[in-house]
């Protein structure tokens, strides 16, 4: 074969590739979104890229960082893989579609005894993510690690990120893998969730609480994707509700990252995918941001905590740490995101707004996949008069999967310090977390 016959096979080949990746698109999974596929992340780095900012002509230096991150990329729990298996016999029994003839010999590879733990793919996107911060953000380090401080939820998942990403931050910051982390684990900045009585009484134990996900499950949405989703497997659409689609949703994801299969994934069409990510979204939007103000308000430890290391890098004599990182979840991330009125929709996520919701920023596939972060950083703007004297200023910049993101205290990319700090001020200053939440409750493992 001469050379341009070998360049046209390659050609076709790529082609072919692309459009096999190319039919089910891959960033659409809500929750369960593998950072890789989450849209518009940046996956390489440049050195020292994020270093600077610049406000009015003036130009800033980072002198700390304060990261949040989800833990990486997951099995299923055990619920859902039950939950599965069942749906998995009654489709058996019922399916007459030839292309459907997967179920006949799929097993549920899935085992109870691993569930939600951190599986390789998720380890991967943590590695990644810090060598990408140790390179982003180089000369901050100044090759060392040693005044960083790490932070974890309880959870094996969590730790298990954390230590993936040292050995990435280490990689980039030194020039060799660490696996030696001992992160201070903290569930009362990590978890409040699982022990705020308040947030238990108004969001998780109100029965009333979910009633837009509730109705969205009979919208005519979702029955058009049930329609489409029976179609392909030759069954009745009744046969399917809302529930066995979000399990072929999230077991088509799933399988995708761990197994790198995707037989249910022909189910389901862009569209379809759409709809039922907009379905979860109305769960997390009500459940762990803004349904209700207690959401935001019981994460105000962890926000005190950020901008008050802020408030401590500010003074040099007092500037002990570079910076932390904190690994939680995403009930730790979306309340976050909702005390900084982050990702703020003018309208709800309501059962009626589907297609004027289409284009929201509140989109979990984006803004809440496997690994999701977000990254606060103080710049300091040295400024010197012509006495000699001098008053740096200080700035903030905000990262959310390692995208600028617009800081609501000035609508700007770049905020000043002392803007940020009074526009959080409730969070900040008056934050109680016994008035938020009364008496805390025992955390359900
Ligand atoms: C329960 O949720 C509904 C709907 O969000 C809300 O109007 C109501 O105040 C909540 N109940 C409690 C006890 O907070
Ligand atoms: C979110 O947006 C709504 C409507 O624009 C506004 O009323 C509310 O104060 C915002 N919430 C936060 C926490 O910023
Ligand atoms: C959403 O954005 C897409 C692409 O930018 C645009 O074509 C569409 O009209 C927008 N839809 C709404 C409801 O704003």
Same mark, same amino acid.
């Not at 003839?101 to 390789?120: A, G, R, Y």
């Given at each position: 074969?001469?050379?341009?016959?070998?360049?046209?096979?390659? @050609?076709?080949? *790529?082609?072919?590739?692309?459009? *096999?990746?190319?039919?089910?698109?891959?960033?659409?999974?809500?929750?369960?979104?593998?950072?890789?596929?989450?849209?518009?992340?940046?996956? #390489?780095?440049?050195?020292?890229?994020?270093?600077? $900012?610049?406000?009015?002509?003036?130009?800033?230096?980072?002198?700390?960082?304060?990261?949040?991150?989800?833990?990486?990329?997951?099995?299923?729990?055990?619920?859902?893989?039950?939950?599965?298996?069942?749906?998995?016999?009654?489709?058996?029994?019922?399916?007459? #579609?030839?292309?459907?003839?997967?179920?006949?010999?799929?097993?549920?590879? *899935?085992?109870?005894?691993?569930?939600?733990?951190?599986?390789?793919?998720?380890?991967?996107?943590?590695?990644?993510?810090?060598?990408?911060?140790?390179?982003?953000?180089?000369?901050?380090?100044?090759?060392?690690?040693?005044?960083?401080?790490?932070?974890?939820?309880?959870?094996?998942?969590?730790?298990?990120?954390?230590?993936?990403?040292?050995?990435?931050?280490?990689?980039?910051?030194?020039?060799?893998?660490?696996?030696?982390?001992?992160?201070?684990?903290?569930?009362?900045?990590?978890?409040?969730?699982?022990?705020?009585?308040?947030?238990?009484?108004?969001?998780?134990?109100?029965?009333?609480?979910?009633?837009?996900?509730?109705?969205?499950?009979?919208?005519?949405?979702?029955?058009?994707?049930?329609?489409?989703?029976?179609?392909?497997?030759?069954?009745?659409?009744?046969?399917?509700?809302?529930?066995?689609?979000?399990?072929?949703?999230?077991?088509?994801? *799933?399988?995708?990252?761990?197994?790198?299969?995707?037989?249910?994934?022909?189910?389901?069409?862009?569209?379809?995918?759409?709809?039922?990510?907009?379905?979860?979204?109305?769960?997390?939007?009500?459940?762990?941001?803004?349904?209700?103000?207690?959401?935001?308000?019981?994460?105000?430890?962890?926000?005190?905590?950020?901008?008050?290391?802020?408030? #401590? $890098?500010?003074?040099?004599?007092?500037?002990?740490?570079?910076?932390?990182?904190? @690994?939680?979840?995403?009930?730790?991330? $979306?309340?976050?995101?909702?005390?900084?009125?982050?990702?703020?929709?003018?309208?709800?996520?309501?059962?009626?707004?589907?297609?004027?919701?289409?284009?929201?920023?509140?989109?979990?596939?984006?803004?809440?996949?496997?690994?999701?972060?977000? $990254?606060?950083?103080?710049?300091?703007?040295?400024?010197?008069?012509?006495?000699?004297?001098?008053?740096?200023?200080?700035?903030?910049?905000?990262?959310?999967?390692?995208?600028?993101?617009?800081?609501?205290?000035?609508?700007?990319?770049?905020?000043?310090?002392?803007?940020?700090?009074?526009?959080?001020?409730?969070?900040?200053? #008056?934050?109680?977390?016994?008035?938020?939440?009364?008496?805390?409750?025992?955390?359900?493992?």
């Amino acid at each position: 074969m001469d050379a341009s016959m070998t360049v046209i096979c390659y @050609f076709v080949y *790529f082609l072919f590739l692309f459009n *096999f990746t190319d039919a089910f698109r891959k960033d659409i999974f809500s929750t369960k979104t593998a950072y890789k596929f989450s849209a518009d992340v940046q996956l #390489s780095s440049v050195e020292n890229q994020f270093m600077k $900012a610049e406000l009015n002509g003036k130009s800033c230096s980072a002198v700390n960082f304060q990261v949040l991150l989800r833990h990486g990329a997951r099995y299923p729990g055990y619920k859902d893989i039950r939950k599965m298996s069942q749906l998995h016999e009654m489709l058996k029994i019922i399916v007459k #579609s030839p292309e459907a003839n997967f179920i006949h010999t799929w097993k549920n590879d *899935f085992p109870e005894v691993m569930e939600k733990q951190l599986v390789d793919e998720g380890e991967e996107e943590q590695f990644g993510l810090g060598e990408r911060f140790g390179k982003n953000f180089k000369d901050l380090f100044h090759g060392s690690v040693d005044s960083v401080d790490f932070y974890s939820s309880s959870k094996e998942r969590c730790l298990d990120s954390a230590a993936a990403f040292y050995e990435g931050l280490t990689e980039a910051v030194i020039g060799e893998s660490f696996d030696n982390l001992k992160p201070i684990i903290d569930d009362d900045i990590l978890r409040f969730h699982a022990t705020c009585k308040n947030y238990f009484h108004h969001v998780e134990n109100n029965r009333s609480h979910l009633i837009h996900h509730k109705k969205f499950k009979t919208s005519s949405e979702m029955e058009t994707v049930a329609r489409n989703v029976a179609n392909r497997l030759g069954v009745e659409h009744a046969e399917l509700d809302a529930g066995d689609l979000k399990l072929i949703y999230f077991w088509c994801t *799933f399988e995708m990252i761990i197994l790198n299969k995707d037989d249910w994934c022909y189910l389901l069409s862009d569209e379809d995918k759409e709809v039922i990510e907009y379905h979860n979204d109305i769960k997390q939007y009500w459940k762990k941001a803004y349904g209700h103000p207690v959401i935001g308000e019981m994460a105000c430890p962890i926000v005190n905590k950020i901008f008050n290391n802020f408030k #401590s $890098a500010i003074d040099p004599e007092t500037r002990d740490s570079v910076g932390a990182f904190y @690994f939680g979840h995403c009930e730790t991330l $979306a309340p976050v995101y909702a005390a900084l009125g982050l990702f703020n929709d003018s309208l709800p996520l309501t059962d009626t707004n589907f297609e004027l919701l289409r284009n929201r920023s509140f989109k979990s596939s984006k803004i809440l996949p496997f690994s999701a972060n977000i $990254a606060t950083v103080l710049y300091e703007c040295p400024d010197y008069a012509e006495d000699g004297s001098h008053s740096d200023d200080f700035v903030v910049r905000m990262f959310v999967n390692e995208k600028p993101v617009v800081i609501p205290a000035c609508d700007e990319y770049v905020c000043r310090f002392d803007d940020v700090w009074n526009f959080y001020l409730n969070h900040i200053e #008056s934050c109680n977390i016994e008035k938020v939440c009364g008496a805390k409750i025992r955390d359900e493992l």
